[in-house]
């Protein structure tokens, strides 16, 4: 099938180097100690932050550093079709994993000895590169509840496919075989933190593809910046000074 | 900006389903106009001088694709809303549109309207994708016609009535094809115009003024609901319609359902089914499965046999229907095969078709519109009508025509004309419809291809000889041995006798890939031909020249990189080691087959390339023996070499192709280096080698083969290659011939061998049964064949020296490529043949010959003779010399009925050939019987 027509225009008008609208809110659960839906085009997350806090298993407690948990799960409408899924099933344990080794590879743990920090993330609507999508709202719920981080970690895919890398799959192209490399960066300190891939790729091509995405995750970085200063601008507004 | 696509889709469950897509619009697509001053031009593709830019509708496209092929239609913009429906509708006319769109020389421009800001239509409630569709694209013709305001007019041509009323009213220019035809006042540009019949009123009152004289040829096609309907229940049987090569009226559909292939006899049960279709059958009762002979005869248009080329496999010979064994079937009452009849069309392969139009007197008023029959040169599609304006001017002329619809009211599909090639007769006329004929490209090479190219003059550089993959083997001594005047030489031979009394024997074989890499547009463009194709007067290459006769060509006295297969051989050619090796090498002479078998036989000469041929020639001999005793066939066809006149490049003379000992010493060790390139890389890629393999014959087809034998008085053993070989061995008549002429009918009834993709078939099935090797490939010919080029990448991957492309991995991938070489080289051959045919008609021409000619099949009114000195076959009609004839089944004999003159099949008779022109510029090849 013909995911690049000859004009240079992917099936959703998009061209190959171009990522979808990205949107974001913080705030968006107030109990929460931080808490934000990330948008990528149809690729909705919500993601909230508790923490740092009491460890509810003490014999999960360490000594020198903070114990990070997450929960990743899917939304029962967040696809066409209405499936039950059930909780802790395979893909959702293994993208816990990775969105909890990714946040933890940032956040300054070692400041925070014998506290646990819980991210929750939640899938509302699923569009391709939920992977990527979660991890930016993680990233916003984690400034949003003022958690000491290195940098902030940014995530986005890039694929290929009619022999042209594509930036920030959807649905569609993601659905069609070929390679999906997700990765996440520390934009600032140039530093790879995630990086994944379920297919064969030659060497040369894996690496203009994951150029590609580590480019989309400095977009997606200095978007998710922009947002930050606005919400502190307005928190500043509010406290009145 | 962003709009959402919203629609329902029904899933494979049968469920319905909502699907929401994001629409992206955007406003960096520009017009593609280099005078607009508001867009960016760097890729604007109409020209800067257009006095009209056309927008075609839809209907357009798909009903007048060849009209836009001509290059008087240019400046068109396609929207993509166009290309999306035509895609759907019909993707051979959206891949030609795609390549007019690519090609340089036209000026069509795509327009993304569906994702342009302002030209975007949303989908209003209510409407239909059709009128959707419809009012996109007015929107972008208005947005056209604003944007580029008085600079250049727009306008959209439709033959949609609806559309063109609602774009005038809103005020765009619009006209039907034929009208904006007529406007450029070029009148042979009407003829490519399809006449839709709803559209055009004048035909339809024409028609229904004499419904009387309107009657059904055909029954209706079934509806698709019914069709898909009955292959749900079997009732009805899908597959693909063959037509007999040699007999249209009969035509085989292979069905998956039956597993076997349904029969169907005659134009009716065809039901306007064309060569290639994919159709519906239906299964006739059984009591009708034996009418074919009545039905062939009972059909009004009975054509001739022509004299053609003896058929070298069973691929180009007649399919014969057994008559002993239906005979025996009618007996027992078993029925043979199923045949049956169609009932719908699946999908249509139509194409366009090369010939000429049927001789019929000019019109009264010249200029006016006249209704011509089309004659196709493939056998195998049916007359087909169509209207012109110039049919003084096309009458003796090769033309191309497009077929359009079959009305069951019809005896003839309608079609239009498409282009002329040009003069009946003319050699270079019919050298081009052969190879139209056989789908080969022989277009000069595009510059991105020739771009690959190394720069010239090239040689081996210090970099090639320093590469420690390659080994320098420029001290050997290395010739080649190929037909004289060959300039594309890809194998070269040496031989040197070691001091343990074996000797170091190596094949070396053009490095092709060195230079061909895979992915570039040379690569595909190799891909695509598959094969070099040799016709009598030129040869199309499948590489460019410089590769194919200069870079990769071994040439003598010049170094050049190779790719060597080589074995130690002890003096009784039992290989000992093989070793593989990119090389370098420089070979110290070509020689001819002529010259190889001169110096053999010259005892004087004792020089070390003699010395070494005489040693290669011994050790061919116990090689070709023992695979003989393996059971390998030696099998005969009857090649025909001319001798053209470099002037006119007409052929002066012609001859059996002669076999010397010399071209069996190469072959034999370009067989054991092919055989030895299989088994190293089947071994390192079991699922994904391309090999070589002939299927055994069934008892069916060498069926023909002992009956011809049994009337003889010769028994055949069939059970195995082996056998067979040896009952060949034995057949020797009376006469020198004999033999020879057993072999080329043994040969006949085999199949052809074919290129696959290992992981596909089991191992025993890899059998090669004409070499009777278990495994085969081809590796010898690089510059010639592509499948040698792919096992060279597969060799050099096996032994570590590149990487084996992606492509290898994927299965389908290489089954699709084997496919399409399979393909290429049966067009390959069959033009190749066809251009000996055409040759040999030439030569005939102003030669009347006599000449001695063997009865190689019994007929019902002659017999078919094939004449060994010039390599044809042809029918000898006995009709003619009056009398009643009877055929005898059983001795294959024809006997006059008052038994006065007797023929058996094999029987040498004397024939006079002559080439006569039944009609003006329809010159044929006849044979009659000279003795008595």
């Known amino acids: ?241 | 900006m962003l709009q959402n696509r919203t629609f329902m889709k029904k899933t494979k469950q049968g469920g319905i389903r909502k699907v929401v897509r994001e629409h992206y619009l955007r406003d960096d697509i520009y017009c593609g106009a280099p005078f607009c001053k508001a867009c960016d031009v760097s890729g604007a593709r109409l020209s800067s001088t257009a006095s009209k830019i056309l927008v075609v509708d839809t209907n357009v496209v798909l009903n007048q694709i060849d009209l836009l092929e001509n290059p008087a239609i240019d400046d068109v913009v396609v929207l993509s809303v166009v290309l999306e429906e035509v895609k759907n509708k019909n993707i051979g006319i959206y891949n030609r549109l795609r390549a007019l769109c690519s090609s340089s020389s036209r000026r069509f421009f795509v327009f993304s309207n569906q994702n342009h800001r302002d030209a975007y239509v949303k989908a209003m409630p209510g409407e239909t994708p059709n009128d959707h569709n419809d009012r996109a694209i007015r929107v972008a013709t208005q947005w056209y016609q604003n944007h580029l305001g008085t600079a250049v007019p727009v306008l959209l041509i439709t033959n949609d009535r609806e559309n063109k009323r609602k774009a005038l009213e809103e005020g765009i220019s619009a006209e039907t094809v034929e009208s904006y035809v007529k406007s450029l006042d070029k009148p042979e540009l009407l003829d490519l115009i399809v006449q839709s019949s709803s559209e055009d009123v004048s035909m339809e009152d024409v028609e229904d003024l004499r419904p009387s004289k309107r009657k059904v040829v055909y029954t209706e096609h079934k509806p698709m609901s019914e069709i898909t309907a009955g292959l749900l229940r079997g009732i009805y049987h899908q597959g693909k319609l063959r037509v007999n090569r040699y007999n249209p009226f009969e035509a085989y559909v292979g069905s998956e359902s039956i597993g076997d292939e349904i029969i169907i006899y005659g134009r009716a049960n065809m039901n306007r089914a064309f060569d290639g279709d994919i159709v519906a059958v239906e299964l006739l009762p059984q009591e009708q499965w034996h009418e074919e002979k009545s039905l062939v005869i009972a059909d009004e248009e009975d054509e001739e046999e022509d004299v053609h080329l003896a058929p070298s496999s069973a691929d180009d010979a007649p399919r014969v229907t057994n008559l002993g064994q239906e005979s025996a079937g009618l007996a027992s009452g078993v029925p043979s095969r199923p045949s049956g009849r169609v009932v719908g069309i699946i999908r249509r392969n139509w194409k366009s078709y090369c010939g000429s139009l049927e001789p019929m007197p000019m019109p009264a008023g010249d200029g006016g519109i006249a209704h011509a029959l089309f004659v196709s040169k493939d056998r195998r599609i049916p007359k087909i009508r169509i209207k012109t304006r110039q049919l003084g001017n096309l009458l003796d002329k090769r033309i191309v025509v497009a077929v359009d619809s079959w009305d069951c009211l019809s005896r003839y599909p309608s079609g239009h004309y498409v282009r002329t090639i040009g003069e009946i007769g003319d050699r270079d006329t019919e050298s081009e419809v052969v190879l139209i004929e056989n789908d080969i490209d022989a277009r000069p090479f595009s510059s991105q291809v020739l771009s690959c190219l190394p720069p010239l003059p090239w040689s081996v550089s210090s970099e090639d000889l320093s590469n420690p993959i390659r080994q320098d083997l420029r001290h050997l001594c290395i010739f080649s041995v190929d037909p004289p005047g060959c300039r594309d030489i890809d194998d070269a031979l040496h031989c040197t006798a070691l001091p343990n009394g074996n000797f170091e024997v190596g094949v070396h074989i053009a490095d092709v890939t060195n230079f061909v890499h895979h992915g570039t547009a040379l690569d595909n463009e190799a891909s695509q031909r598959g094969t070099s194709v040799y016709l009598v007067e030129r040869r199309i290459d499948m590489l460019p020249k410089p590769l194919t006769e200069d870079i990769c060509s071994l040439r003598a006295d010049v170094e050049r990189l190779a790719f060597s297969v080589i074995w130690e051989m002890t003096p009784e050619a039992e290989i000992i080691s093989t070793k593989y090796t990119k090389s370098v090498i420089k070979s110290c002479a070509a020689l001819s087959y002529v010259e190889a078998q001169a110096r053999m036989d010259d005892s004087r000469l004792v020089d070390p390339v003699t010395t070494n041929l005489r040693n290669m020639n011994a050790l061919a001999k116990i090689m070709r023996q023992r695979r003989i005793e393996r059971g390998a066939l030696t099998l005969a066809s009857a090649e025909v070499k001319f001798q053209i006149d470099t002037e006119t490049h007409d052929p002066l003379d012609i001859g059996m192709y002669q076999i010397r000992e010399a071209n069996q010493m190469v072959e034999e060790f370009m067989l054991a280096a092919n055989v030895s390139v299989a088994e190293k890389i089947l071994k390192h890629f079991p699922l994904c080698s391309l090999l070589r393999r002939h299927p055994t014959p069934t008892k069916e087809m060498l069926e023909p083969l002992l009956r011809t034998a049994a009337a003889v008085g010769l028994s055949l053993d069939v059970t195995s290659s082996k056998a067979l070989a040896e009952s060949l061995d034995r057949a020797v008549g009376d006469d020198p011939y004999f033999n020879k002429l057993i072999r080329i009918l043994a040969t006949r009834c085999m199949t052809q061998a074919v290129y696959f993709c290992s992981g596909d078939l089991s191992p025993p099935e890899f059998n090669h049964y004409g070499l009777a090797a278990p495994l085969y490939t081809h590796f010898t010919s690089p510059i010639r064949r592509y499948a040698d080029v792919i096992v060279h990448r597969l060799l050099a991957a096996s032994l570590g020296i590149s990487r084996l492309p992606d492509i290898f991995q994927d299965r389908p991938q290489l089954t699709s490529i084997a496919d399409n070489l399979n393909y290429r080289h049966r067009n390959a051959q069959m033009a190749s043949r066809a251009s000996v045919e055409l040759h040999t008609l030439i030569y005939f021409k102003n030669r009347p010959t006599d000449t001695e000619a063997r009865i190689v099949k019994i007929r019902s009114n002659g017999f078919i003779v094939f004449v060994p000195k010039y390599g044809i076959e042809g029918p000898v009609n006995l009709s003619k010399k009056g009398g009643e004839w009877l055929v005898d089944e059983q001795q294959q004999k024809v006997k006059r009925s008052d038994n006065s003159i007797s023929y058996g099949v094999l029987q040498t008779v004397h024939i006079h050939m002559e080439v006569v022109e039944p009609q003006p510029h329809r010159p044929k090849l006849e044979l009659t019987l000279t003795e008595k």
């Open chain 1, 1 to 241: 099938m013909e995911y690049v027509n000859p004009e240079g225009l992917r099936l959703d008008g998009r061209r190959p180097m171009e990522m979808r609208q990205l949107r974001a809110e913080i705030g968006v659960v107030s109990r929460a100690d931080g808490s934000a839906v990330f948008e990528m085009g149809n690729t909705k997350v919500i993601a909230a932050v508790y923490g740092p806090r009491e460890v509810q298993n003490k014999s999960q407690q360490m000594s020198d550093q903070a114990l990070v948990r997450c929960e990743y799960s899917m939304a029962n409408f967040s696809t066409g079709e209405r499936k039950r899924k059930p909780k802790g099933d395979r893909r959702s344990t293994e993208i816990s994993l990775v969105i909890r080794q990714t946040m933890e590879a940032c956040i300054l743990t070692d400041q925070m000895p014998r506290t646990q920090i819980d991210i929750f993330v939640q899938v509302l609507q699923a569009d391709g590169g939920t992977r990527s999508a979660c991890i930016n709202a993680a990233t916003l719920a984690l400034a949003d509840a003022g958690i000491p981080m290195r940098d902030l970690v940014t995530s986005c895919s890039a694929g290929y496919l009619n022999s042209t890398p594509l930036l920030d799959l959807n649905y569609v192209e993601d659905g069609a075989g070929g390679p999906d490399v997700t990765v996440g960066i520390l934009p600032k300190l140039d530093k790879v933190t995630l990086l994944q891939m379920d297919a064969k790729l030659p060497m040369d091509t894996l690496e203009s593809v994951m150029q590609l995405a580590a480019e989309g995750c400095k977009a997606v970085a200095n978007y998710i910046r922009e947002i930050l200063l606005e919400h502190t601008k307005q928190l500043e507004v509010r406290r009145g000074t």
